[in-house]
Protein backbone atom coordinates (compact mmCIF):
# COMPACT_ATOMS: atom_id res chain seq x y z
CA UNK A 1 0.00 0.00 0.00
CA UNK A 2 1.60 3.11 -1.25
CA UNK A 3 1.31 6.85 0.59
CA UNK A 4 0.98 8.10 -2.76
CA UNK A 5 -2.10 9.45 -3.18
CA UNK A 6 -2.45 13.24 -3.17
CA UNK A 7 -5.54 14.44 -3.09
CA UNK A 8 -7.20 18.42 -2.97
CA UNK A 9 -10.59 16.69 -1.57
CA UNK A 10 -12.90 18.72 1.19
CA UNK A 11 -10.83 20.84 3.40
CA UNK A 12 -11.03 21.52 6.94
CA UNK A 13 -11.45 24.73 8.68
CA UNK A 14 -8.68 26.20 10.29
CA UNK A 15 -7.67 25.73 13.91
CA UNK A 16 -8.55 28.61 15.93
CA UNK A 17 -5.47 31.22 16.64
CA UNK A 18 -3.91 29.87 20.07
CA UNK A 19 -3.68 32.58 22.51
CA UNK A 20 -0.08 33.33 24.12
CA UNK A 21 -0.22 32.50 27.62
CA UNK A 22 3.41 32.32 29.93
CA UNK A 23 3.53 28.59 29.08
CA UNK A 24 2.85 28.42 25.10
CA UNK A 25 5.20 31.84 25.16
CA UNK A 26 8.26 29.88 27.20
CA UNK A 27 7.20 26.53 25.08
CA UNK A 28 7.82 28.65 21.63
CA UNK A 29 11.47 29.50 23.24
CA UNK A 30 12.24 26.16 23.31
CA UNK A 31 10.76 24.37 20.03
CA UNK A 32 11.61 27.51 17.74
CA UNK A 33 14.42 29.82 19.07
CA UNK A 34 17.02 27.26 19.45
CA UNK A 35 18.90 27.98 16.43
CA UNK A 36 18.24 31.42 16.11
CA UNK A 37 19.03 32.07 18.98
CA UNK A 38 22.41 30.40 19.74
CA UNK A 39 23.48 32.57 16.27
CA UNK A 40 25.82 35.26 18.22
CA UNK A 41 28.16 32.01 19.65
CA UNK A 42 29.45 32.25 15.93
CA UNK A 43 27.76 34.94 14.01
CA UNK A 44 29.68 37.99 14.89
CA UNK A 45 32.94 36.30 15.39
CA UNK A 46 32.15 35.02 11.62
CA UNK A 47 31.53 38.48 9.83
CA UNK A 48 34.56 39.83 12.21
CA UNK A 49 36.82 37.62 10.35
CA UNK A 50 35.84 38.57 6.90
CA UNK A 51 36.80 41.91 7.32
CA UNK A 52 40.16 40.92 8.55
CA UNK A 53 39.53 40.46 11.93
CA UNK A 54 40.23 43.96 13.41
CA UNK A 55 37.24 46.37 12.35
CA UNK A 56 37.45 50.33 12.75
CA UNK A 57 34.74 51.21 14.93
CA UNK A 58 32.43 52.47 12.09
CA UNK A 59 33.16 49.49 11.10
CA UNK A 60 32.29 47.82 13.20
CA UNK A 61 29.29 49.57 13.78
CA UNK A 62 28.65 49.26 10.16
CA UNK A 63 28.26 45.02 10.55
CA UNK A 64 26.02 45.61 13.53
CA UNK A 65 23.65 47.33 11.60
CA UNK A 66 23.81 44.83 8.97
CA UNK A 67 22.85 42.67 11.59
CA UNK A 68 20.42 44.47 13.29
CA UNK A 69 18.47 45.08 9.67
CA UNK A 70 18.52 41.36 8.95
CA UNK A 71 16.96 40.75 12.19
CA UNK A 72 14.37 43.13 11.43
CA UNK A 73 13.29 42.82 7.91
CA UNK A 74 13.63 38.87 7.31
CA UNK A 75 12.55 38.09 10.83
CA UNK A 76 10.38 40.69 12.15
CA UNK A 77 8.56 41.65 8.84
CA UNK A 78 8.83 38.76 6.34
CA UNK A 79 8.78 35.61 8.40
CA UNK A 80 6.43 36.76 11.65
CA UNK A 81 3.90 39.62 9.20
CA UNK A 82 3.58 37.69 5.80
CA UNK A 83 4.95 34.36 5.64
CA UNK A 84 3.30 33.05 9.10
CA UNK A 85 -0.07 34.38 7.59
CA UNK A 86 0.08 32.24 4.58
CA UNK A 87 -1.21 29.06 6.92
CA UNK A 88 -2.56 25.66 5.56
CA UNK A 89 -5.20 25.10 8.54
CA UNK A 90 -2.79 25.86 10.88
CA UNK A 91 0.21 24.09 9.70
CA UNK A 92 3.26 26.14 8.22
CA UNK A 93 6.56 25.04 6.70
CA UNK A 94 7.41 24.84 3.20
CA UNK A 95 5.92 21.73 1.70
CA UNK A 96 2.39 22.91 3.61
CA UNK A 97 2.97 26.00 1.74
CA UNK A 98 3.87 24.46 -1.32
CA UNK A 99 0.56 22.18 -1.01
CA UNK A 100 -1.59 24.91 -0.46
CA UNK A 101 -0.60 27.29 -3.55
CA UNK A 102 -0.33 24.28 -6.03
CA UNK A 103 -3.68 23.45 -5.13
CA UNK A 104 -5.25 26.66 -6.72
CA UNK A 105 -2.39 27.25 -9.33
CA UNK A 106 -3.70 25.71 -12.59
CA UNK A 107 -0.77 26.15 -15.22
CA UNK A 108 2.52 26.34 -13.80
CA UNK A 109 1.90 23.77 -10.74
CA UNK A 110 4.75 22.09 -11.59
CA UNK A 111 6.95 25.11 -11.23
CA UNK A 112 5.71 25.67 -7.37
CA UNK A 113 6.18 21.34 -7.11
CA UNK A 114 9.66 21.91 -7.49
CA UNK A 115 10.40 25.13 -6.02
CA UNK A 116 8.69 23.53 -2.39
CA UNK A 117 10.17 20.10 -3.15
CA UNK A 118 14.12 21.61 -3.13
CA UNK A 119 13.70 24.00 -0.30
CA UNK A 120 11.92 21.03 1.81
CA UNK A 121 15.11 18.53 0.22
CA UNK A 122 17.55 21.88 1.39
CA UNK A 123 16.00 21.81 5.42
CA UNK A 124 17.67 18.21 5.91
CA UNK A 125 21.36 19.49 3.99
CA UNK A 126 20.88 22.70 6.99
CA UNK A 127 19.89 19.88 9.24
CA UNK A 128 23.32 18.08 9.22
CA UNK A 129 24.99 21.43 9.59
CA UNK A 130 23.52 23.02 12.65
CA UNK A 131 24.34 20.39 15.18
CA UNK A 132 27.83 20.06 14.11
CA UNK A 133 28.30 24.13 14.10
CA UNK A 134 26.64 24.43 17.31
CA UNK A 135 28.03 22.68 19.64
CA UNK A 136 31.62 22.76 18.38
CA UNK A 137 31.07 26.64 18.89
CA UNK A 138 30.02 26.25 22.19
CA UNK A 139 33.00 23.92 23.22
CA UNK A 140 34.75 26.45 21.72
CA UNK A 141 34.69 28.54 24.18
CA UNK A 142 36.74 27.18 26.96
CA UNK A 143 39.78 28.03 24.50
CA UNK A 144 39.03 32.06 25.89
CA UNK A 145 40.31 30.79 29.50
CA UNK A 146 43.00 28.31 29.01
CA UNK A 147 44.40 26.80 25.34
CA UNK A 148 44.81 23.43 27.25
CA UNK A 149 40.99 21.71 26.61
CA UNK A 150 41.72 22.64 22.84
CA UNK A 151 42.71 19.22 21.40
CA UNK A 152 39.75 17.91 23.36
CA UNK A 153 37.10 20.02 22.09
CA UNK A 154 36.38 18.21 18.62
CA UNK A 155 36.37 14.70 20.63
CA UNK A 156 34.06 16.21 22.93
CA UNK A 157 31.33 16.97 20.39
CA UNK A 158 31.77 13.76 19.22
CA UNK A 159 30.47 12.12 21.82
CA UNK A 160 27.68 15.12 22.68
CA UNK A 161 26.36 14.28 19.12
CA UNK A 162 26.34 10.67 19.28
CA UNK A 163 24.58 10.69 22.47
CA UNK A 164 21.61 13.58 20.97
CA UNK A 165 21.23 11.18 18.37
CA UNK A 166 21.25 8.13 20.35
CA UNK A 167 18.94 9.46 22.34
CA UNK A 168 16.29 10.30 19.64
CA UNK A 169 15.11 6.55 20.19
CA UNK A 170 13.62 7.44 23.73
CA UNK A 171 11.64 10.46 22.13
CA UNK A 172 11.85 14.31 23.65
CA UNK A 173 8.50 14.29 25.55
CA UNK A 174 10.04 14.50 29.02
CA UNK A 175 13.27 16.40 28.35
CA UNK A 176 11.19 18.63 26.51
CA UNK A 177 9.93 20.30 29.09
CA UNK A 178 13.18 21.70 30.45
CA UNK A 179 13.58 23.00 27.08
CA UNK A 180 11.60 26.33 27.39
CA UNK A 181 12.88 27.08 30.60
CA UNK A 182 16.78 26.58 29.78
CA UNK A 183 16.23 29.00 27.00
CA UNK A 184 14.73 31.50 28.79
CA UNK A 185 17.92 30.89 30.69
CA UNK A 186 19.83 31.26 27.60
CA UNK A 187 18.17 34.21 26.49
CA UNK A 188 17.80 36.27 29.77
CA UNK A 189 21.91 35.61 30.42
CA UNK A 190 22.83 36.96 26.10
CA UNK A 191 20.81 39.58 27.17
CA UNK A 192 22.58 40.47 30.18
CA UNK A 193 26.57 39.97 28.72
CA UNK A 194 25.13 42.05 25.74
CA UNK A 195 23.75 44.78 27.42
CA UNK A 196 27.05 45.36 30.38
CA UNK A 197 29.16 45.79 27.09
CA UNK A 198 26.18 48.32 25.45
CA UNK A 199 26.26 49.99 28.28
CA UNK A 200 29.84 50.65 27.81
CA UNK A 201 30.20 51.81 24.59
CA UNK A 202 26.46 53.45 23.97
CA UNK A 203 27.49 54.33 20.65
CA UNK A 204 27.14 50.91 19.22
CA UNK A 205 22.96 51.84 19.51
CA UNK A 206 23.47 53.97 16.40
CA UNK A 207 23.48 50.67 14.40
CA UNK A 208 20.42 51.12 14.25
CA UNK A 209 20.05 53.68 11.67
CA UNK A 210 20.02 51.65 8.66
CA UNK A 211 22.15 54.08 6.25
CA UNK A 212 25.71 52.34 8.49
CA UNK A 213 24.32 49.25 7.38
CA UNK A 214 24.56 51.09 3.38
CA UNK A 215 27.54 53.18 4.17
CA UNK A 216 29.51 49.48 4.93
CA UNK A 217 28.29 48.35 2.02
CA UNK A 218 28.98 51.18 -0.45
CA UNK A 219 32.34 51.17 1.18
CA UNK A 220 33.43 47.51 0.42
CA UNK A 221 32.18 47.03 -2.59
CA UNK A 222 32.12 43.47 -4.03
CA UNK A 223 33.60 42.57 -0.81
CA UNK A 224 30.35 43.00 0.87
CA UNK A 225 28.87 39.62 -0.64
CA UNK A 226 31.91 38.01 2.00
CA UNK A 227 30.50 39.94 4.92
CA UNK A 228 26.83 39.33 3.79
CA UNK A 229 27.42 35.52 4.03
CA UNK A 230 28.24 35.73 7.59
CA UNK A 231 25.26 38.53 8.48
CA UNK A 232 23.40 35.92 7.28
CA UNK A 233 23.99 33.44 9.70
CA UNK A 234 22.19 35.35 12.23
CA UNK A 235 19.03 34.59 10.65
CA UNK A 236 19.43 30.84 9.89
CA UNK A 237 16.19 29.31 11.55
CA UNK A 238 13.80 31.81 10.85
CA UNK A 239 12.49 29.75 8.65
CA UNK A 240 11.75 27.89 11.57
CA UNK A 241 9.20 30.52 12.63
CA UNK A 242 6.89 29.20 9.62
CA UNK A 243 7.68 25.63 10.41
CA UNK A 244 6.73 25.26 13.79
CA UNK A 245 3.67 27.58 13.45
CA UNK A 246 1.53 24.30 13.73
CA UNK A 247 2.68 23.31 17.32
CA UNK A 248 2.28 26.05 18.59
CA UNK A 249 0.30 28.86 16.85
CA UNK A 250 1.49 32.12 15.23
CA UNK A 251 0.92 34.55 18.36
CA UNK A 252 2.82 32.70 21.03
CA UNK A 253 5.72 32.33 18.62
CA UNK A 254 5.15 36.44 17.59
CA UNK A 255 5.00 37.66 20.90
CA UNK A 256 8.13 35.59 22.11
CA UNK A 257 10.17 36.71 19.26
CA UNK A 258 9.32 40.45 19.83
CA UNK A 259 9.40 40.56 23.64
CA UNK A 260 12.10 38.20 24.44
CA UNK A 261 14.01 37.04 21.42
CA UNK A 262 14.52 39.97 19.64
CA UNK A 263 15.41 42.22 22.40
CA UNK A 264 17.86 39.31 23.89
CA UNK A 265 19.67 39.06 20.18
CA UNK A 266 20.17 42.89 19.56
CA UNK A 267 21.88 43.47 23.24
CA UNK A 268 24.22 40.19 22.82
CA UNK A 269 25.18 41.43 18.67
CA UNK A 270 25.58 45.24 20.56
CA UNK A 271 27.79 43.82 23.10
CA UNK A 272 30.17 41.98 21.19
CA UNK A 273 30.19 45.27 18.59
CA UNK A 274 31.53 46.94 21.94
CA UNK A 275 34.34 45.10 22.77
CA UNK A 276 36.37 45.64 19.22
CA UNK A 277 35.42 49.81 19.81
CA UNK A 278 37.55 49.34 23.23
CA UNK A 279 39.89 46.93 22.47
CA UNK A 280 40.87 47.10 18.41
CA UNK A 281 43.40 44.71 18.90
CA UNK A 282 41.31 41.80 20.85
CA UNK A 283 41.09 38.30 19.58
CA UNK A 284 39.36 35.45 20.14
CA UNK A 285 35.06 34.57 19.67
CA UNK A 286 33.50 38.03 21.06
CA UNK A 287 30.95 36.20 22.35
CA UNK A 288 32.60 34.16 25.58
CA UNK A 289 34.96 37.35 25.65
CA UNK A 290 31.83 39.21 27.08
CA UNK A 291 31.45 37.26 29.83
CA UNK A 292 33.90 37.62 33.26
CA UNK A 293 36.93 35.04 33.43
CA UNK A 294 34.95 33.16 36.12
CA UNK A 295 31.82 33.08 34.22
CA UNK A 296 33.37 31.32 31.37
CA UNK A 297 33.24 28.27 31.83
CA UNK A 298 29.60 28.08 33.08
CA UNK A 299 28.93 30.11 30.01
CA UNK A 300 29.99 27.12 27.90
CA UNK A 301 28.12 24.51 29.74
CA UNK A 302 24.85 26.71 29.32
CA UNK A 303 26.13 27.33 25.50
CA UNK A 304 26.19 23.63 24.61
CA UNK A 305 22.96 23.24 26.44
CA UNK A 306 21.70 25.35 24.46
CA UNK A 307 22.81 23.75 21.33
CA UNK A 308 21.37 20.81 21.89
CA UNK A 309 18.49 21.42 21.94
CA UNK A 310 18.89 23.96 18.91
CA UNK A 311 20.00 20.82 17.38
CA UNK A 312 16.48 18.65 18.99
CA UNK A 313 14.52 21.34 17.32
CA UNK A 314 16.65 20.42 13.55
CA UNK A 315 16.22 16.80 14.24
CA UNK A 316 12.62 16.98 15.36
CA UNK A 317 12.36 19.66 12.10
CA UNK A 318 13.21 16.92 9.65
CA UNK A 319 11.61 13.72 11.29
CA UNK A 320 8.05 16.07 11.02
CA UNK A 321 9.00 17.08 7.36
CA UNK A 322 9.98 13.55 6.28
CA UNK A 323 6.57 12.36 7.68
CA UNK A 324 4.71 15.27 5.41
CA UNK A 325 6.76 14.18 2.51
CA UNK A 326 5.39 10.55 2.98
CA UNK A 327 1.89 11.07 3.31
CA UNK A 328 1.68 13.50 0.48
CA UNK A 329 3.74 10.97 -1.62
CA UNK A 330 7.01 12.17 -2.60
CA UNK A 331 8.94 9.91 0.07
CA UNK A 332 8.74 6.20 0.22
CA UNK A 333 7.41 4.88 3.27
CA UNK A 334 9.81 4.88 6.48
CA UNK A 335 9.19 3.52 9.76
CA UNK A 336 8.15 6.12 12.29
CA UNK A 337 7.09 5.32 16.11
CA UNK A 338 5.04 7.89 17.93
CA UNK A 339 6.82 8.78 21.25
CA UNK A 340 4.09 10.49 22.86
CA UNK A 341 0.74 9.48 23.22
CA UNK A 342 -0.25 13.14 23.71
CA UNK A 343 1.95 15.20 21.48
CA UNK A 344 1.15 13.98 17.89
CA UNK A 345 4.90 15.85 16.83
CA UNK A 346 6.83 13.82 18.96
CA UNK A 347 7.70 10.77 16.39
CA UNK A 348 11.06 9.04 15.81
CA UNK A 349 12.09 8.31 12.09
CA UNK A 350 15.09 5.90 12.68
CA UNK A 351 16.55 6.33 9.03
CA UNK A 352 16.95 9.28 9.01
CA UNK A 353 18.51 9.98 12.70
CA UNK A 354 20.83 7.75 11.80
CA UNK A 355 21.40 9.14 8.26
CA UNK A 356 21.65 12.98 9.47
CA UNK A 357 23.73 11.31 12.66
CA UNK A 358 26.65 9.93 10.17
CA UNK A 359 26.41 13.32 7.85
CA UNK A 360 26.61 15.66 10.99
CA UNK A 361 29.71 13.34 12.46
CA UNK A 362 31.36 13.36 8.99
CA UNK A 363 31.35 17.69 8.56
CA UNK A 364 32.31 18.02 12.53
CA UNK A 365 35.02 15.88 11.34
CA UNK A 366 36.32 17.11 8.63
CA UNK A 367 35.78 20.58 9.11
CA UNK A 368 37.44 20.46 13.04
CA UNK A 369 36.01 23.81 14.08
CA UNK A 370 33.10 26.26 13.55
CA UNK A 371 34.97 28.81 12.30
CA UNK A 372 35.63 26.83 9.12
CA UNK A 373 31.82 25.07 9.19
CA UNK A 374 30.59 28.64 9.16
CA UNK A 375 31.62 28.16 5.42
CA UNK A 376 29.59 25.54 4.40
CA UNK A 377 26.56 26.98 6.39
CA UNK A 378 24.06 29.00 5.12
CA UNK A 379 23.69 28.00 1.83
CA UNK A 380 21.05 25.73 2.31
CA UNK A 381 19.10 27.44 4.13
CA UNK A 382 19.38 30.97 1.77
CA UNK A 383 18.12 28.47 -0.88
CA UNK A 384 15.13 27.96 0.84
CA UNK A 385 14.20 30.96 2.05
CA UNK A 386 14.27 32.35 -1.88
CA UNK A 387 12.17 29.34 -2.62
CA UNK A 388 9.61 30.44 0.17
CA UNK A 389 9.65 34.27 -1.15
CA UNK A 390 8.80 32.96 -4.61
CA UNK A 391 5.54 30.88 -3.12
CA UNK A 392 4.60 33.36 -0.87
CA UNK A 393 3.81 35.59 -4.00
CA UNK A 394 1.71 32.96 -5.35
CA UNK A 395 0.09 32.82 -2.17
CA UNK A 396 -0.47 36.69 -1.98
CA UNK A 397 -2.20 36.34 -5.29
CA UNK A 398 -4.16 33.11 -5.23
CA UNK A 399 -4.59 32.58 -1.70
CA UNK A 400 -4.77 36.07 -0.28
CA UNK A 401 -6.48 37.82 -3.72
CA UNK A 402 -4.18 40.84 -3.41
CA UNK A 403 -3.63 43.24 -6.45
CA UNK A 404 -0.90 42.32 -8.58
CA UNK A 405 0.58 45.66 -7.82
CA UNK A 406 0.81 44.96 -3.91
CA UNK A 407 1.82 41.14 -4.25
CA UNK A 408 4.74 42.46 -6.54
CA UNK A 409 5.89 45.06 -4.26
CA UNK A 410 6.26 43.23 -1.11
CA UNK A 411 7.59 39.97 -3.07
CA UNK A 412 10.48 41.86 -5.07
CA UNK A 413 11.42 43.66 -1.90
CA UNK A 414 12.12 40.39 -0.39
CA UNK A 415 13.59 38.84 -3.20
CA UNK A 416 16.00 41.52 -3.56
CA UNK A 417 17.29 40.85 0.15
CA UNK A 418 17.27 36.97 -0.19
CA UNK A 419 19.12 37.35 -3.47
CA UNK A 420 21.46 39.43 -1.27
CA UNK A 421 21.99 37.01 0.58
CA UNK A 422 21.79 33.64 -1.60
CA UNK A 423 24.37 35.44 -3.81
CA UNK A 424 26.68 36.26 -0.93
CA UNK A 425 26.33 32.50 -0.20
CA UNK A 426 27.76 31.10 -3.15
CA UNK A 427 30.93 32.80 -2.30
CA UNK A 428 31.07 29.98 0.24
CA UNK A 429 30.59 26.92 -2.51
CA UNK A 430 34.12 26.25 -2.37
CA UNK A 431 34.77 26.10 1.47
CA UNK A 432 31.85 23.24 1.85
CA UNK A 433 28.97 25.77 0.97
CA UNK A 434 28.39 22.57 -1.48
CA UNK A 435 27.84 19.91 0.68
CA UNK A 436 24.09 20.91 1.57
CA UNK A 437 23.40 22.00 -1.59
CA UNK A 438 24.67 18.49 -2.80
CA UNK A 439 22.86 16.48 0.06
CA UNK A 440 19.31 18.60 -0.74
CA UNK A 441 20.05 17.57 -4.01
CA UNK A 442 20.15 14.08 -3.50
CA UNK A 443 16.89 14.29 -1.73
CA UNK A 444 15.51 15.94 -4.33
CA UNK A 445 16.50 13.32 -6.59
CA UNK A 446 14.45 10.83 -4.26
CA UNK A 447 11.41 12.81 -3.92
CA UNK A 448 10.88 13.10 -7.63
CA UNK A 449 11.62 9.58 -8.50
CA UNK A 450 9.53 7.78 -5.97
CA UNK A 451 6.41 10.20 -6.96
CA UNK A 452 7.21 9.38 -10.66
CA UNK A 453 7.84 5.53 -9.96
CA UNK A 454 4.12 5.31 -8.31
CA UNK A 455 2.42 7.22 -10.56
CA UNK A 456 4.04 4.86 -13.68
CA UNK A 457 3.00 1.52 -11.30
CA UNK A 458 -0.54 3.17 -11.15
CA UNK A 459 -0.81 3.84 -14.69
CA UNK A 460 0.73 0.36 -15.35
CA UNK A 461 -1.55 -1.44 -13.20
CA UNK A 462 -4.71 0.92 -14.44
CA UNK A 463 -3.93 -0.80 -17.95
CA UNK A 464 -4.44 -4.34 -16.69
CA UNK A 465 -7.57 -3.89 -14.67
CA UNK A 466 -10.36 -6.14 -15.42
CA UNK A 467 -13.80 -4.50 -16.26
CA UNK A 468 -15.87 -3.95 -13.04
CA UNK A 469 -18.92 -4.78 -14.54
CA UNK A 470 -17.59 -8.39 -15.70
CA UNK A 471 -16.29 -8.92 -12.18
CA UNK A 472 -19.80 -8.30 -10.41
CA UNK A 473 -21.11 -10.25 -13.12
CA UNK A 474 -19.47 -13.63 -12.23
CA UNK A 475 -19.99 -12.60 -8.70
CA UNK A 476 -23.83 -12.23 -8.99
CA UNK A 477 -24.21 -15.61 -11.08
CA UNK A 478 -22.26 -17.56 -8.49
CA UNK A 479 -19.33 -17.83 -11.10
CA UNK A 480 -17.51 -16.95 -7.53
CA UNK A 481 -18.15 -19.00 -4.72
CA UNK A 482 -18.47 -17.02 -1.40
CA UNK A 483 -17.54 -18.46 2.03
CA UNK A 484 -17.16 -17.17 5.49
CA UNK A 485 -15.46 -14.49 6.37
CA UNK A 486 -13.94 -10.89 5.84
CA UNK A 487 -11.81 -9.95 3.71
CA UNK A 488 -9.82 -5.91 3.51
CA UNK A 489 -8.37 -5.51 0.08
CA UNK A 490 -5.94 -2.56 0.54
CA UNK A 491 -6.09 -1.06 -2.83
CA UNK A 492 -3.65 1.90 -4.39
CA UNK A 493 -6.92 2.53 -7.08
CA UNK A 494 -9.69 3.96 -6.32
CA UNK A 495 -11.61 1.46 -7.95
CA UNK A 496 -14.09 -1.07 -6.21
CA UNK A 497 -12.48 -4.02 -7.70
CA UNK A 498 -8.86 -3.18 -7.17
CA UNK A 499 -6.70 -5.86 -8.84
CA UNK A 500 -5.19 -7.17 -6.09
CA UNK A 501 -9.15 -8.83 -5.43
CA UNK A 502 -8.99 -9.91 -8.86
CA UNK A 503 -5.77 -11.92 -8.48
CA UNK A 504 -6.61 -13.18 -5.04
CA UNK A 505 -9.95 -14.86 -6.32
CA UNK A 506 -7.55 -16.24 -9.22
CA UNK A 507 -5.39 -17.94 -7.16
CA UNK A 508 -8.27 -19.13 -4.75
CA UNK A 509 -11.17 -19.51 -7.01
CA UNK A 510 -13.38 -17.73 -4.08
CA UNK A 511 -14.43 -14.87 -2.44
CA UNK A 512 -15.51 -14.13 1.47
CA UNK A 513 -18.60 -13.15 2.07
CA UNK A 514 -17.67 -9.85 3.54
CA UNK A 515 -15.49 -7.96 1.76
CA UNK A 516 -13.74 -4.21 1.65
CA UNK A 517 -11.99 -2.95 -1.00
CA UNK A 518 -10.38 0.23 0.63
CA UNK A 519 -8.53 3.13 -0.06
CA UNK A 520 -6.64 5.36 1.79
CA UNK A 521 -6.00 8.64 0.83
CA UNK A 522 -3.94 11.55 1.90
CA UNK A 523 -5.10 15.21 1.81
CA UNK A 524 -2.97 18.53 1.34
CA UNK A 525 -4.32 19.36 4.30
CA UNK A 526 -3.18 18.74 7.81
CA UNK A 527 -5.94 16.64 9.64
CA UNK A 528 -9.56 15.92 8.47
CA UNK A 529 -12.47 15.92 10.88
CA UNK A 530 -13.04 12.32 12.35
CA UNK A 531 -16.74 12.59 10.34
CA UNK A 532 -15.08 12.68 7.18
CA UNK A 533 -12.40 10.05 7.68
CA UNK A 534 -14.35 7.06 6.14
CA UNK A 535 -16.79 7.05 3.49
CA UNK A 536 -18.83 3.45 2.49
CA UNK A 537 -20.78 2.55 -1.03
CA UNK A 538 -22.31 -0.49 -1.07
CA UNK A 539 -21.11 -2.03 -4.63
CA UNK A 540 -22.87 -5.28 -4.39
CA UNK A 541 -24.09 -8.36 -2.40
CA UNK A 542 -21.75 -8.61 0.80
CA UNK A 543 -19.17 -6.18 -1.47
CA UNK A 544 -18.06 -2.30 0.07
CA UNK A 545 -16.21 0.19 -1.41
CA UNK A 546 -14.25 2.25 1.55
CA UNK A 547 -12.36 5.34 1.04
CA UNK A 548 -10.71 6.52 4.43
CA UNK A 549 -9.07 9.93 4.44
CA UNK A 550 -6.05 11.68 6.66
CA UNK A 551 -4.39 14.99 6.88
CA UNK A 552 -0.44 15.04 5.89
CA UNK A 553 0.88 15.24 9.53
CA UNK A 554 -1.75 12.76 10.74
CA UNK A 555 -0.73 9.12 11.88
CA UNK A 556 -2.52 6.90 9.96
CA UNK A 557 -4.94 4.56 11.94
CA UNK A 558 -6.52 1.85 9.59
CA UNK A 559 -8.48 0.26 12.19
CA UNK A 560 -10.08 3.44 13.69
CA UNK A 561 -10.86 4.45 10.35
CA UNK A 562 -12.52 1.61 9.60
CA UNK A 563 -14.41 1.78 12.36
CA UNK A 564 -16.30 5.02 11.46
CA UNK A 565 -17.02 2.74 8.13
CA UNK A 566 -18.64 0.29 10.34
CA UNK A 567 -20.68 2.94 12.05
CA UNK A 568 -21.70 3.89 8.22
CA UNK A 569 -23.49 0.77 7.90
CA UNK A 570 -20.50 -1.12 6.58
CA UNK A 571 -21.12 -5.01 7.94
CA UNK A 572 -17.53 -5.43 8.77
CA UNK A 573 -16.22 -7.63 11.85
CA UNK A 574 -12.56 -5.98 12.79
CA UNK A 575 -12.27 -9.31 14.92
CA UNK A 576 -12.27 -11.71 11.79
CA UNK A 577 -11.01 -9.41 9.19
CA UNK A 578 -7.89 -10.67 7.54
CA UNK A 579 -6.09 -7.56 5.18
CA UNK A 580 -5.01 -8.76 1.50
CA UNK A 581 -2.05 -6.12 0.03
CA UNK A 582 -0.24 -6.55 -3.56
CA UNK A 583 3.78 -7.25 -3.10
CA UNK A 584 4.46 -5.74 -5.95
CA UNK A 585 8.55 -6.15 -7.90
CA UNK A 586 9.33 -3.57 -10.42
CA UNK A 587 11.11 -5.34 -13.23
CA UNK A 588 12.15 -3.36 -16.81
CA UNK A 589 9.70 -3.19 -19.70
CA UNK A 590 10.71 -4.52 -23.22
CA UNK A 591 8.50 -2.98 -24.82
CA UNK A 592 7.70 0.76 -23.24
CA UNK A 593 9.84 1.46 -20.19
CA UNK A 594 7.86 4.12 -18.63
CA UNK A 595 11.37 5.56 -16.49
CA UNK A 596 14.66 5.83 -17.53
CA UNK A 597 16.88 3.07 -16.22
CA UNK A 598 18.35 4.83 -13.44
CA UNK A 599 15.31 6.13 -12.28
CA UNK A 600 13.64 2.66 -12.42
CA UNK A 601 16.59 1.11 -9.92
CA UNK A 602 16.50 3.57 -7.74
CA UNK A 603 12.61 3.58 -7.64
CA UNK A 604 12.97 -0.63 -7.53
CA UNK A 605 15.31 -0.36 -4.46
CA UNK A 606 12.85 2.04 -2.77
CA UNK A 607 10.06 0.35 -3.63
CA UNK A 608 11.45 -3.38 -2.20
CA UNK A 609 12.46 -1.00 0.82
CA UNK A 610 9.37 0.80 2.04
CA UNK A 611 7.73 -0.13 5.01
CA UNK A 612 5.17 -2.87 5.07
CA UNK A 613 1.34 -1.76 5.53
CA UNK A 614 0.67 -3.98 8.64
CA UNK A 615 3.71 -1.35 10.32
CA UNK A 616 2.86 1.26 8.25
CA UNK A 617 -1.25 1.17 9.32
CA UNK A 618 -0.39 -0.39 12.32
CA UNK A 619 -2.61 -4.04 10.77
CA UNK A 620 -2.27 -7.13 13.23
CA UNK A 621 0.78 -9.10 11.07
CA UNK A 622 -1.08 -12.09 12.00
CA UNK A 623 -4.05 -11.31 9.83
CA UNK A 624 -2.29 -10.00 7.10
CA UNK A 625 -0.99 -11.67 3.48
CA UNK A 626 0.78 -10.19 0.76
CA UNK A 627 -0.06 -11.35 -3.26
CA UNK A 628 2.98 -11.09 -5.12
CA UNK A 629 3.44 -9.78 -9.15
CA UNK A 630 5.76 -8.21 -11.44
CA UNK A 631 5.17 -4.44 -12.67
CA UNK A 632 6.50 -3.81 -15.64
CA UNK A 633 8.00 -0.34 -15.85
Not at 198 to 209: G, W
Not at 273 to 296: C, H, Q, S, Y
Request: overall charge neutral; charged content about 15%.
Amino acid sequence: MDSGVISTGAGTTSPAERRTTAATALAALGIVYGDLGTSPLYTYQTIVGAVGGHPSASDAIGLLSLVVWALIVTVSVKYCFFVMRADNHGEGGILALMSLVTGRAGRGSGVLIAMGLFGAALIYGDGIITPAISVLSALEGVNVVTEVFKPYVLPAAIVILIGLFALQTRGTASIGRVFGPVMAVWFATIATLGLFGVLRHPEVAAAIDPRHAIGFLAGHGWHSFVVLGGVFLAITGGEALYADMGHLGRNPIRSSWYCVVLPALLLSYGGQTALPIENPDLDGNPFFKLAPAWAVIPLVLLATLATIIASQAIITGAFSLTRQAMQLGWFPGMRIRQTSAEEYGQIYVPFVNWTMMLGTLALAYGFGSSDRLAGAYGTAVSTTMLLTTALLFRAMRDVWRWPVAVALIVSVTFLLIDLAFFSANLLKLAEGGWIPLLFGGLIFTVMTTWHRGVEAVRRRLAEGEESTDAFLADLETGRIPRVPGTAVFLSRSNTAIPPVMVRHVAQIKALQETVVSLSVRFEEIPRVPTAERATSHHVAGGLWHVIVRFGFVEIPNLAEALACAKDQGCPLNLEDAVYFAARDEVVRSETHPRLPAWRRSLFGFMYRNAIRAPDRFDLPADKFLEIGRQVRL
